[in-house]
């Protein structure tokens, strides 16, 4: 029986590791892509002010991660425009959503049922783009871990990645977050997809690449799924991530004592006032502080002068002052 | 009669082929460019306060355009600098237009007959700019239409294009608008241009070169004079964009109700004041929503709970509301 | 005597030309990079809050200079990843100044006479970056000596030079000022070394490599040293700067009466707001003015034209009135 199991699954895989992402998972891609801006904020106005800019806006949701990835390593990033049939059915999906008479085209994706298939199929291209930004890198940087890491992540979660300059294209400009602040699930669930195939190539994990590849898609279509049909977006890494940050990243600093919502709270409030606190002279350039400098003193003392230093920097933002 | 015309208007065309930007139109560009650097608010204090910054910017206005092909060709972004004899015309141009005493260059160049030859022979360096590009793109991506006109365009209206990194550069940030959102007339004109070059690359034109080079340079030169003289910034090409967007961009959406001032109100108020809208929780990046997704009902419904979010995200635009 | 002394002197150049920056020299730039960025306002925060963007932090401070000269040079911007040595050191060194218990390696390094041999490690670490970063922009583009300024300075002082977006990295957002504008010691004295770094390639310096290699080490170290020593962030050329300031930047406009704090506030206070100014309809683009355009009358009149516009724009800069 687990030998039946086992070559079902052998011939699923190479089945899976030989389908074509052309035309149908490649355009679901688009859908749900194209979909995700339009339930922007804001995204509608501009649709209606600036085709254009919406136009664009839209390729960069398609094609974020290609063009990521060619600005990482050099390539133009012009490629992704090189490919007609790609680009015309992408902007034909676009002019579909945002422009059909009626809504008809945005309506009918929208409905679960729909959504749910074209979401999973997109799951699928994400197993492609992240594999193929890895073996792009392993071409170029025959060892490195972590170049491949990066361009699998950047070919699969691109978009994502480049978020702040893509609400610029639409006139919005949020620098208090941005991907690697506050992760969303595509991009985690991308970047471990990076990091498994960076290990899988460098024969650090001995799994042959199509199994992996069938064992990564189906945990991101069913995760996807889950999500969407209970309406929950609670990540599944959730236990996982608090305790490797509780073991590696909370030493014994007073900074222990304040909850992750309570520090997300001063990024929150905080950040964006600390632009303007006169307390801000000591901000020293890469090459080394112009000469002044503050050693925090251990424990307690660090918590004093932490203190007087959150107190005059995020004095609206009483969680920290209570906390600390 | 019209044979002579012809001979006439090909040995002109081929004159203007073979005519070299450098020095006199490379000249006019760079005195026009720093002219217009120096009309921005703020520019005159920047000037003072860092000239390093001034010339940075003045040679983003003056080179721009091969910054930003290069960028997108992967090509190095520093090779216009590597034109010595250009670069040092250019901070000589600079020099004289920021820093001459009595300001004799720029009260002589702003004088209207002078500052119309000049423009006029600005508008001569485009069309090379342009054509360019797009040969240039032709080298690379042979038959992609696309990557020659976004090349072209780049080349041509570079620094208005980067204009928000520009005026960085200065201290400046301007994230509500770009030229996407609100296209000046130069960006547009050199837009049409590159779709003009490019097409007839590829010989969907059946224009020869020169004559597409003589025929586009005067429509340029004349428009820009045209404008200059009367004062006007009315786009010639209004009444066709206004065509264009009524039948393809409009849809029959309660939009179609909003008029283009009053949408674009919409986006000069209320998008800044989007990023802080409690309400953007259901933003969500390239690769899917994050779980939540709230499909949009067809015509009526759909009045209402866009209306709903137009009235939280911009409580302060009145006329949206008034309109909706 | 001299020729024991230039005998000995040749013998200390030849061997620090030789030097080797690995390990040492280089985990002294990384140490003190990553400290300099604990003590940016936020940064503690952004810890906790994200290990992944502060390490990614770390990582722009350490590396920022090859990154940014990549970018400039179209090569990879991820080349410095696949230095698998370097990033693991840097990483190692960033975990340990931000999360090591009881803060123990921040406080040892933090002590004066550690910091002092590290900091001085680090001006060594200059000079090969820059020298590097000049003879790379030598092999391509062998005579034009601007290129090799601009690379030389952006390896050696490309994390401040890119301060702007690596501050984006952690969420926090400052505009009004960049290194241009505003140029810190560090990335002066970088400009200094890649200006006499590239006379000495192009023949311009009779002077040999390794000994201007020693006097710009022993300037750099020497400087480094007593700023940190004497609390001064006084800069060595600030005669020479105001000198040259005054010689060439001033011509004789009424800005020749605004003194530089003067203007400074200007930009300080004004430049922000002169983003919402309603009088800024006269902005244009890099390809010429819209149509519109006000030649600036000399001298008195402009004055009156010049104050006129800093009223409206400068409303809060009572300075600016009372000098003008």
Same mark, same amino acid.
């Given at each position: 029986?687990?030998?039946?199991?086992?070559?079902?699954?052998?011939?699923?895989?190479?089945?899976?590791?030989?389908?074509?992402?052309?035309?149908?998972?490649?355009?679901?891609?688009?859908?749900?892509?194209?979909?995700?801006?339009?339930?922007?904020?804001?995204?509608?106005?501009?649709?209606?002010?600036?085709?254009?800019?919406?136009?664009?806006?839209?390729?960069?949701?398609? +094609?974020?991660?290609?063009?990521? %990835?060619?600005?990482?390593?050099?390539?133009?990033?012009?490629?992704?425009?090189?490919?007609?049939?790609?680009?015309?059915?992408? %902007?034909?999906?676009?002019?579909?959503?945002?422009?059909?008479?009626?809504?008809?085209?945005?309506?009918?994706?929208?409905?679960?049922?729909?959504?749910?298939?074209?979401?999973?199929?997109?799951?699928?291209?994400?197993?492609?783009?992240?594999?193929?930004?890895?073996?792009?890198?392993?071409?170029?940087?025959?060892? %490195?871990?972590?170049?491949?890491?990066?361009?699998?992540?950047?070919?699969?979660?691109?978009?994502?990645?480049?978020?702040?300059?893509?609400?610029?294209?639409?006139?919005?400009?949020?620098?208090?977050?941005?991907?690697?602040?506050?992760?969303?699930?595509?991009?985690?669930?991308?970047?471990?997809?990076?990091?498994? +195939?960076?290990?899988?190539?460098?024969?650090?994990?001995?799994?042959?690449?199509?199994?992996?590849?069938?064992?990564?898609?189906?945990?991101?279509?069913?995760? $996807?799924?889950?999500?969407?049909?209970?309406?929950?977006?609670?990540?599944? +890494?959730?236990? +996982?991530?608090?305790?490797?940050?509780?073991?590696?990243?909370?030493?014994?600093?007073?900074?222990?004592?304040?909850?992750?919502?309570?520090?997300?709270?001063?990024?929150?409030?905080?950040?964006? $006032?600390?632009?303007?606190?006169?307390?801000?002279?000591?901000?020293?350039?890469?090459?080394?502080?112009?000469?002044?400098?503050?050693?925090? %003193?251990?424990?307690?003392?660090?918590?004093?002068?932490? $203190?007087?230093?959150?107190?005059?920097?995020?004095?609206?933002?009483?969680?920290? $002052?209570?906390?600390?």
């Amino acid at each position: 029986m687990d030998l039946l199991e086992v070559l079902h699954l052998d011939e699923l895989s190479h089945g899976l590791a030989n389908l074509s992402m052309f035309p149908y998972f490649d355009m679901a891609h688009y859908i749900v892509s194209v979909m995700a801006l339009r339930e922007q904020p804001g995204a509608l106005e501009v649709s209606r002010v600036s085709p254009l800019a919406c136009w664009f806006s839209s390729m960069l949701f398609c +094609f974020g991660g290609a063009v990521l %990835s060619g600005i990482m390593l050099a390539e133009p990033p012009v490629a992704p425009l090189s490919n007609g049939t790609s680009v015309l059915l992408a %902007s034909i999906i676009w002019y579909l959503v945002f422009y059909c008479p009626m809504d008809l085209v945005y309506c009918c994706a929208a409905l679960l049922p729909l959504r749910l298939v074209l979401s999973g199929m997109k799951e699928v291209t994400r197993t492609w783009k992240v594999l193929g930004g890895v073996t792009q890198a392993h071409g170029k940087y025959k060892d %490195s871990l972590l170049v491949m890491i990066a361009i699998g992540w950047a070919k699969g979660a691109g978009g994502g990645l480049i978020s702040n300059f893509e609400q610029l294209v639409r006139g919005i400009w949020k620098p208090e977050t941005n991907e690697l602040l506050k992760m969303s699930y595509p991009t985690k669930i991308t970047l471990i997809g990076a990091v498994v +195939f960076a290990l899988q190539q460098t024969h650090y994990l001995p799994v042959q690449k199509h199994h992996l590849m069938l064992i990564y898609t189906i945990f991101t279509v069913v995760n $996807k799924s889950r999500m969407m049909l209970t309406g929950s977006s609670a990540s599944p +890494f959730a236990a +996982f991530e608090s305790a490797i940050y509780k073991t590696l990243f909370t030493g014994s600093s007073p900074y222990a004592a304040l909850t992750d919502e309570v520090t997300k709270a001063c990024i929150d409030n905080g950040t964006s $006032k600390m632009t303007t606190s006169p307390t801000t002279t000591k901000e020293s350039s890469e090459n080394g502080v112009s000469g002044k400098h503050t050693p925090v %003193s251990p424990n307690k003392g660090r918590s004093g002068s932490l $203190k007087a230093k959150e107190e005059s920097e995020n004095t609206e933002t009483t969680s920290c $002052k209570k906390t600390d």
